[in-house]
Structures are given as structure tokens and as C-alpha cells.
């Protein structure tokens, strides 16, 4: 595979202190044409992202020194590079929690470089939908109660005027309820609808997601008066949404 097509595919950021498990993912992920970084830590993470336009991070949960959740939440902080976590199958609850720190998928060890591939190709797609800022588009513009959600910009605006921070699977997640208000939608609908499902797929996952909105978009996400949940169907988008079209150039 030469270098330009690997540039092509995407650049990947993959941090763990297995070297075994680094050395594997760097064969494997080069061999499917992705350009490809491995670290084995957080500072090592940091000088790669410094020095590197990279496309995505496979982010393992258990490091030395900042732990991957704490490294997660720092980069959601300031960026919305995708992140897929890895973590050991039995800590749903912290695999959990990187989900409501920003990562936008997981996936449990041991598991095949194939899943994983699955995984990164999903969230390569929602994160790439952003359309090419030199090229002329008529994007989608949805309001509900104040708020603004640009689909071509992906950029969702507050009331007052201010952007406000998502992650790519956030924002889609948004989107697909904003386009069907006043539906009930189930969590497997959600999950088909957002990223479609893969193998083991992680019905909470949603549930973490939802939280994270509520907490962005709700007065009070203690008790929603925009996402509502629906007692053993889903949940339903319950504001008024609009439609509205603009010509970006």
C-alpha cells in the first residue's frame, strides 16, 4: 500500500502500553491503507497530536501515568477527533463513563483487529460528513426552541448565540431525533439510525449520549422538556422543530 493512499484513508493515533497490542494494530491498520502512530502514553499522546494532523485515537483505557479516561475527557475538551476506547470486558461501568467523557465508541479486550476496523471505518464516516469548506452546498438548517442545528456545518448554536461543544456521535445523535419530533424511537432505532449496528453492540451507549445532551441542551436535565424519555419505548424529541435551507460556499 503506498503512503499517499494510507494518507488518503486517515491518519490513526493508537495509544496503549502493550507493545504487543501496539505493534499488532500498526501492522494490521497499515496493511488496510491508514497512515499510523502508536504510543505507549499519555505525553506520548499529546507530542503525536502536537506534531501530527491525526484522524482518529484508539485510546486504551488502562495506562501509566493519566489514565485513558482522564486523557479522554482532556481531549474532548478541546477537540472532536473520534475516539474509540478499548477496555477490559468486564468494566462496563468505566466503559460507560467514557462514553459520557466524549468517546464516541468502545471496544472490549480481548478483541479481533477486524472489529475494531468495523469500528474505525463507522466513526471515520460520521465524523467525515462535514462537507469540504471550499465546495457550495445547501445544508440543512433545523431550529427547535431557540437553539440552531446547522447540518453542514455541524455546529449547534444556544439560544444566546453560542456554539456549543459535540461529539460526532453526539451531534448525529441530535440531528437523528431533531428530523423525527414527536416520535417515539427506540434505542435500537437510534443505534441503527446514528451509526447502524455492529457485533455486541451497546444499547446504554445511547443512554450515556442522551445524558450528555440533556446536560448541553436542557435547562434542566433533571427533568427534560426537550428529550423525553418513553417508560419501556425510547425516547421522543418533544420540542417544535423548523426547517430552514442556506447556501454555504
Not at 44 to 52: D, I, K, S, T, V
Not at 74 to 96: Q, V, W, Y
Not at 137 to 146: C, D, E, M, T, V
Not at 210 to 219: G, P, Q
Request: with cysteine; aromatic share 4%.
Amino acid at each position: 500500500m503506498n503512503t499517499s493512499m494510507a494518507e488518503n484513508l486517515g491518519h490513526i493515533l493508537v495509544v496503549d502500553d502493550d507493545r504487543e497490542i501496539r505493534d499488532l494494530l500498526g501492522r494490521f491498520l497499515k496493511k488496510h491503507g491508514y497512515r499510523v502512530t502508536t504510543v505507549a502514553d499519555g505525553k506520548e499522546m499529546q507530542r503525536a497530536l502536537e506534531g501530527w494532523n491525526i484522524d482518529l485515537v484508539v485510546l486504551d483505557l488502562m495506562l501509566p501515568g493519566e489514565d485513558g479516561l482522564s486523557l479522554c475527557r482532556g481531549l474532548r475538551a478541546k477537540s472532536n477527533i473520534p475516539i474509540i476506547m478499548l477496555t477490559m470486558i468486564s468494566e462496563e461501568t468505566d466503559r460507560i463513563i467514557g462514553l459520557e467523557m466524549g468517546a464516541d465508541d468502545y471496544l472490549p479486550k480481548p478483541f479481533s483487529p477486524r472489529e475494531l476496523l468495523a469500528r474505525m471505518k463507522a466513526v471515520l464516516r460520521r465524523a467525515q460528513k462535514t462537507p469540504n469548506a471550499n465546495s457550495t452546498a445547501r445544508a440543512k438548517i433545523l431550529s427547535f426552541a431557540g437553539w440552531t442545528l446547522e447540518i453542514g456545518r455541524r455546529s449547534l448554536k444556544s439560544p444566546d448565540g453560542l456554539l456549543v461543544d459535540l461529539s460526532s456521535a453526539e451531534f448525529d445523535l441530535l440531528v437523528t431525533l431533531a428530523e423525527h419530533p414527536q416520535k417515539v424511537l427506540s434505542r435500537d432505532q437510534l443505534l441503527d439510525l446514528t451509526h447502524g449496528r455492529t457485533e455486541a453492540a451497546f444499547d446504554r451507549s445511547i443512554d450515556m449520549q442522551i445524558s450528555r445532551l440533556r446536560r448541553k441542551i436542557e435547562t434542566d436535565h433533571t427533568q427534560p422538556e426537550l428529550i423525553k424519555t418513553v417508560r419501556g419505548g425510547g425516547y421522543t424529541f418533544a420540542a417544535v422543530v423548523t426547517q430552514d435551507e442556506t447556501i454555504d460556499t
